[in-house]
């Protein structure tokens, strides 16, 4: 479904990614793991249209998007839910899901917005419940929640996660985890990337780690979980 070929990108003359190449099959949980600072949020957002690469390919479904607005992505079936979240923290929570539709958002779309909202409260229970509260009062994990649940909103074939369990209570991180687990079963493609190695080996299916810009090691995530340099660096031996 995505396929990243040699791409490199750079903050002024800092090089963040160096010729960086990897795929994402349909119907698969993929996850990319390194320390901060590695280049991990740099990727998704280069994918994402929000950050201009200076070489290389981003090949969606047959497609080369690089260069492509965000919005125009965004149309195209890929989501992000960014790292901190950044929801609308004045706006209420179901203000907050409306904007994932904004591609959409028209009157005669409304029975389809509406049904689309269901479907979320019934992935997020919780958000039906504080619907009128506003986003910046809910707790971390319920904004994590909500922000996904924005994305989700653009129906999107691929979700890109950015550290989706940052700052948040390891039960809350579980219960986020197995949403993920969820939407991937039923048909939603997922580029995961995460601090939390063990968490996202665990429900990926292919995983690459990520130093200084660059792949250094890529496979089953299965097998990643074996490795003893994994084991090491980013599972606490």
Partial sequence: MLKIEGLC??????????K????????????IIGANGAGKSTLLKAISGLMKIDKGRIVYKDRDIAGLSASRIVGLGISQVPEGRQIFSHLSVLDNIHLGAYLYFKPRNRHEINEKVKGIYEIFPVLEKRSKQIAGTLSGGEQQMLAIARALMAKPELLLLDEPSMGIAPLIVREIFQVIKQLNETGTTVLLVEQNARAALRISHHSYVIERGEIVLEGM?????HNPKVKEVYLGG
Avoid: C, H, N, T
């Fill in 9 to 18: 990108a750079a903050y002024g003359r800092i090089q963040v990614l160096k």
């Fill in 20 to 31: 960086v190449s990897i795929k994402v099959p349909k119907g698969e949980v993929v996850s």
């Fill in 221 to 225: 995530a299965g097998e990643l979980l």
